[in-house]
């Protein structure tokens, strides 16, 4: 957390953080009411992800794949926001060129 009210990230120097031939997670970014990560899947791999308890944003960086979300699917592509609701089932697949996405997520709602 920074000791400043603000900060600002570089996607260049995210995306440096995600490099690499595996699939990749970096949260930089964590308050009381939202997280963010840069999250990278090269062409091919298989995302493992599982419903999250909050709200989710996705914003695509780069590369093509196709979001299954809760049964339906999509095209993704550079530019696009992808927004998924709490506990949604969600996936990329058909990786079609190494897709990086920056990852918001919302607080957590109480029970």
């Known amino acids: 957390m920074s000791e400043h009210a603000w900060e600002v990230f570089s996607i260049r120097e995210l995306e440096r953080r995600v490099s690499g031939k595996l699939p990749s997670i970096v949260e930089f970014l964590r308050t009381t009411s939202l ?9 091919g791999a298989r995302d493992m992800q599982a419903p999250h308890p909050e709200d989710e944003l996705y914003f695509v960086i780069s590369g093509r794949a196709k979001v299954r979300i809760a049964g339906e699917q999509q095209n ?23 897709l990086t996405l920056i990852a ?5 709602k109480p029970l």
């Open 104 to 108: 918001i997520f919302g607080a957590v």
């Open 76 to 98: 993704v592509g550079p530019g696009q926001i992808l927004y998924v609701r709490a506990t949604s089932q969600h996936s990329f697949f058909d990786i079609e060129e190494d």
């Open 35 to 43: 997280a963010c990560a840069i999250y990278r899947l090269p062409a």
